[in-house]
């Protein structure tokens, strides 16, 4: 059954020279359906897998984006105070 599920939303499709990225997206794709599954019998909600895959990224992204913005802008700052104190050689 779970072959069929995720056959629909194979992320590892395309051949890969590297066979670790193969095997983290697979892992990854089986995680992603794991939580679908969860999802469905504890909310009692019939939700299509593809709404499901869209609302948890948009879930993760909203998330952690302002952390990503927070990060950079602190690297930022700091690279500024490098380049103040040690002049270009």
Sequence with gaps: MKDQ????Y???RKEM???YLKLFKRL???TVLNSFV???QVMGRNIQQ???RIQLVEGLFTK???AAEVCCALKAQKK???SVLLPNM
């Excluded at 599920?5 to 629909?8: F, S, V």
């Design 50 to 52: 593809l709404s499901y």
């Design 28 to 30: 990854l794709n089986s």
């Design 10 to 12: 194979m992320v590892e």
């Design 17 to 19: 020279t590297k066979w």
């Design 38 to 40: 969860v999802y469905r």
């Design 64 to 66: 952690y984006a302002r």
């Design 80 to 82: 500024e105070k490098f």
């Design 5 to 8: 599920l995720l056959h629909m």
